[in-house]
């Protein structure tokens, strides 16, 4: 998960220096994820250095966490969606070279 925030930590930078934690009015960064809850998880590191998720540990249950979570997310211009095409491998690669 380490590797993941400082993987988001350099998109944000890549932001320009316009993004410091305030809407970024009509610019937004697009994720595309795969659905799997590995890749998500992964997501989840690269968000932390967006807005850290850590900072609605006192709301319950998850459920209601993770909507304020990303509803802050939406509000500085942070998107994604899941496309289940974008996954790993569903099976091994039994076939002969």
């Known amino acids: 998960w380490r590797q993941a925030r400082l993987v988001g930590e350099a998109l944000r930078g ?6 410091t934690g305030i809407p970024l009015g009509s610019e937004t960064v697009h ?16 968000l932390n250095a967006f807005v ?6 006192h709301i319950s249950p998850q459920s209601a966490r ?5 509803a802050e997310l939406r509000r500085l211009g942070v998107t994604w969606h899941e496309d289940p095409r974008i996954r790993e491998q569903d099976f091994g690669n039994y076939q002969h070279p």
């Open 14 to 19: 890549g932001c320009g220096p316009e993004f």
């Open 31 to 46: 994720f595309i994820v795969s659905p799997y809850a590995r890749t998500v998880e992964t997501f989840h590191g690269i």
């Open 52 to 57: 850290p998720s850590s900072n609605y540990s």
């Open 66 to 70: 993770l909507s304020a979570w990303y």
